[in-house]
């Protein structure tokens, strides 16, 4: 629903009535995955899509009865051999939809919801868990959580609840992302087990580029376009500008290894380094690889790559910490052009996020959609959280 939040931000302003349908899980092929939402209000207008089309017009009247009846629901589309012709995703895939109505004169759901979809825009972090599956008065109920385990909104009369709910999104949080969380029939304290989504709104992951090139022009719209907040690195003013780098959100005019000394980064951040001048990268690469970061990349030809990792292993780095390096930089697409060479890093990127080989789908026999699975095959993780509780 998160990703959707700008729109849904100004229908509440507005005091819209409406109903957002949200992918709750996935199994096998599907072109969405949890947190993607589509939204419908009174008017029939449509934000949003949570299949790629495949089921959209199904969704939208479950929508629009959602509206009028306010039930919330959990609603499953698959594909079936017997039923080609029926609803479904042609890909093969299932997916979960929760399909939830929020009303003007519901002023609390309304104010919690609002909080959530604020985040995002202002960069705060805060997990918003919704029941999903359990008594029909508590579906749909919300509550959310900021990093602090300050709480907005819950499930009635059941603090208990609350404070499990609250301990197991905050656990989630501090990964980010969204994911579905069960909770057995006897912490729920409400007879059933409970199926909750948690969906996180964390600041944009970092992107820093380092060198003031033409190729790192390219590679800041590319991180920009991926969601990244993209901060470009040189030690040369004449190069590092505005005017150079219109797309960046940060130019910073520095010695590059100075410069990565004093600002923070985390686990979801992404260092590309371009400058491929060893008075620059010899430092710069040398504490890189020793920080908590997602990825390390380096632009250089093959020999430029050895020579500079013998200069790294002068100054002091191991072999595992080389193992690291992403050298030369990117997928091998055939790429010249800066534009080219930009999509390239990008896709290395991607697939090291991802998970993914980095080559033809045409030519891999590994699912195109990773990591998904369905409401049904999910064991319960109630153990996990106590320890955040």
């Known amino acids: 629903m998160l990703d959707i939040a700008d729109e849904l931000n100004r229908w509440l302003e507005r005091g819209r009535d409406f109903a957002v349908a949200t992918v709750v899980a996935v199994s096998g092929s599907a072109p969405r995955q949890p947190g993607a939402a589509l939204a419908i209000d009174r008017e029939g207008t449509a934000i949003g899509s949570v299949s790629g089309g495949c089921v959209e017009g199904a969704v939208y009247e479950l929508c629009r009865e959602a509206l009028e009846d306010g039930r919330t629901r959990l609603e499953r589309f698959?594909?079936?051999?017997?039923?080609?012709?029926?609803?479904?995703?042609?890909?093969?895939?299932?997916?979960d939809i929760l399909i939830a109505p929020v009303r003007y004169r519901d002023r609390a759901e309304r104010e919690v919801l609002a909080a959530a979809l604020t985040a995002p825009a202002t960069g705060e972090a805060a997990a918003l868990a919704r029941i999903v599956s359990g008594p029909a008065e508590l579906m749909g109920r919300a509550l959310l959580v900021r990093p602090d385990g300050r709480r907005q909104g819950g499930f009635g009369a059941r603090p208990e609840l609350d404070r499990i709910v609250a301990g197991a999104?905050?656990?989630?949080?501090?990964?980010?992302?969204?994911?579905?969380?069960?909770?057995?029939?006897?912490?729920?304290?409400?007879?059933?087990?409970?199926?909750?989504?948690?969906?996180?709104?964390?600041?944009?992951?970092?992107?820093?580029?380092?060198?003031?090139?033409?190729?790192?022009?390219?590679?800041?719209?590319?991180?920009?376009?991926?969601?990244?907040?993209?901060?470009?690195?040189?030690?040369?003013?004449?190069?590092?500008?505005?005017?150079?780098?219109?797309?960046?959100?940060?130019?910073?005019?520095?010695?590059?290894?100075?410069?990565?000394?004093?600002?923070?980064?985390?686990?979801?951040?992404?260092?590309?380094?371009l400058t491929h001048d060893p008075k620059f990268d010899v430092p710069l690469l040398h504490l890189a690889l020793r920080l908590p970061v997602a990825y390390v990349g380096a632009m250089g030809s093959r020999r430029t790559h050895l020579e500079r990792n013998e200069r790294l292993r002068e100054a002091g780095s191991t072999e595992e910490e080389l193992a690291?390096?992403?050298?030369?930089?990117?997928?091998?697409?055939?790429?010249?052009?800066?534009?080219?060479?930009?999509?390239?890093?990008?896709?290395?990127?991607?697939?090291?996020?991802?998970?993914?080989?980095?080559?033809?789908?045409?030519?891999s026999y590994t699912p195109i959609h990773r990591g998904a699975d369905t409401l049904a095959q999910r064991g319960s993780r109630t153990a996990e959280w106590r320890a955040y509780c």
């Open 78 to 95: 698959g594909y079936s051999d017997d039923e080609a012709f029926a609803v479904g995703l042609t890909c093969g895939g299932v997916i």
């Open 169 to 273: 999104a905050l656990a989630h949080l501090n990964a980010g992302g969204t994911a579905t969380l069960e909770i057995d029939e006897e912490d729920s304290r409400c007879g059933v087990p409970l199926t909750l989504l948690v969906e996180s709104s964390v600041p944009a992951p970092r992107m820093i580029i380092f060198g003031a090139i033409d190729f790192a022009s390219a590679l800041v719209r590319m991180g920009a376009f991926l969601g990244y907040h993209v901060t470009v690195c040189d030690a040369r003013p004449v190069f590092t500008t505005a005017a150079r780098f219109p797309d960046a959100d940060e130019i910073v005019v520095e010695w590059p290894h100075h410069y990565l000394e004093r600002t923070v980064v985390d686990g979801r951040t992404v260092l590309c380094v």
């Open 324 to 363: 690291r390096l992403r050298s030369p930089i990117g997928l091998d697409l055939g790429a010249r052009t800066p534009e080219e060479v930009a999509v390239s890093i990008a896709a290395e990127i991607v697939a090291d996020r991802r998970g993914g080989g980095g080559v033809s789908l045409a030519e």
